[in-house]
């Protein structure tokens, strides 16, 4: 039985283990080594049960301990060509961290099967993952996209679980205090995903066999945990679809909790 472990998730940093207890991997590596250490023990994970780095996109949040964190434990980085092209210019990977380019036909890494697909985000190359477990379970990550395109749809429907962007409440967005230019972008099509977008695709995706959601990379200043939970549980309901018995929900906290979703 796979597991997936929220390290971190929001502007101030991104990670998640996905994976059992002895093998797995992580979705990037956006705080530093010593705080991704710190939060795998705080899941009662070793660090060596990590067999590889996926890294979504070269955003500080989602890279800030990869190099060290990576160098230091011996584990394997992949990513687009674009994104490792991006990580290099950065000093994000150097000659101590072992790369591969990720293609679209995927990789294997602690016994699953890992699939990139394209995501609409202003950076280099970036992508969500679809992960598929020797047991037949599939996962998939999709955040940092402005919107749902159909590639995207297509490769995270049928998937037994979700973590998905629900990254701001638009009328927080709008009313708050960041410069027009900064809102303009995390509401074109290459910035983030919205609770009302995010929620528009859940029954949808529950429909199709997802039993397990994660909202993920809520953002500290245009969101609350309870307004895209909310958001999302209304637009279930209104098809439905009841909680705990047609699916799991949780929102992905900002630091570790010791809390995963078994699948």
Excluded: W
Aim: hydrophobic share 40%; charged share 20%; with cysteine.
């Amino acid at each position: 039985m796979a597991r997936i472990c929220p390290l971190f998730s929001g502007s101030k940093g991104n990670s998640y283990y996905i994976g059992a207890s002895g093998s797995g991997i992580l979705i990037d590596a956006g705080r530093s080594a010593k705080q991704l250490e710190g939060a795998l023990s705080s899941y009662n994970i070793d660090v060596g049960a990590v067999k590889a780095i996926f890294v979504t996109h070269e955003h500080s949040d989602h890279i800030q301990g990869l190099r060290v964190f990576a160098s230091r434990h011996n584990i394997r980085v992949y990513a687009t060509a674009e994104t490792l092209g991006a990580l290099e210019r950065l000093g994000a990977v150097n000659e101590k961290v072992s790369c591969a380019e990720i293609g679209g036909s995927g990789t294997e890494a602690a016994n699953m099967l890992i699939k990139p697909f394209a995501t609409s985000h202003d950076c280099a190359g970036s992508v969500g993952y679809t992960i598929e477990t020797a047991d037949g379970a599939k996962i998939s990550i999709a955040t940092d996209t402005g919107v749902i395109t159909e590639e995207i749809h297509d490769a995270i429907i049928g998937s037994d679980a979700v973590i998905i962007e629900s990254n701001h409440d638009v009328g927080m967005l709008m009313n708050g205090i960041y410069p027009y230019q900064l809102k303009r972008r995390i509401l074109s099509d290459s910035g983030h995903l919205s609770n009302d977008a995010c929620s528009e695709l859940l029954p949808e995706l529950v429909e199709s066999g997802a039993t397990r959601l994660i909202l993920a990379h809520l953002s500290r200043e245009n969101n609350m945990p309870m307004i895209a939970e909310g958001s999302a549980i209304y637009e279930l309901s209104r098809n439905g679809m009841k909680r705990d018995r047609d699916f799991t929900l949780m929102v992905a906290p900002p630091e570790p909790s010791g809390e995963c979703v078994l699948i």
